[in-house]
Nanobody
């Protein structure tokens, strides 16, 4: 019911900014909470941020808190990740995902297993 396509990744210098977009298709898009995850080579997939069905509640990982902002526009069926003050350790493939859970901040919202649909990923590379 939900198809996701990420875009906006690329190469940026440390301290710079990128804005990732995740375009979703599906009649019930607004019924899903959305999350962003990232995965660097040889590492586990890591939670980045999540947002509730309507966008009223967000939660971010400590590693990105204060630098990254997740938002959504249900009228456009799009989720965004604004990334500021980028660091080399932010380099990874970034994935958006859709899931159903009770509230953002629950265990399900922080784990890949809590999500049902995934995009193909977009590469973010931060140079020093």
């Amino acid at each position: 019911q939900v198809q996701l396509v990420e875009s906006g990744g690329g190469l940026v210098q440390a301290g710079g900014s990128l804005r990732l977009s995740c375009a979703a298709s599906g009649r019930t898009f607004s019924s899903y909470a959305m999350g962003w995850f990232r995965q660097a080579p040889g590492k586990e997939r890591e939670f980045v941020a999540a947002i509730s069905y309507s966008g009223g509640r967000t939660y971010s990982a400590d590693s990105v808190k204060g630098r990254f902002t997740i938002s959504r526009d249900n009228a456009k069926n799009t989720v965004y990740l604004q990334m500021n003050s980028l660091k080399p350790e932010d380099t990874a493939v970034y994935y958006c995902a859709a899931g159903r859970f009770a509230y953002v901040g629950s265990w399900y919202s922080l784990a890949p297993d809590g999500y049902d649909y995934w995009g193909q990923g977009t590469q973010v590379t931060v140079s020093s």
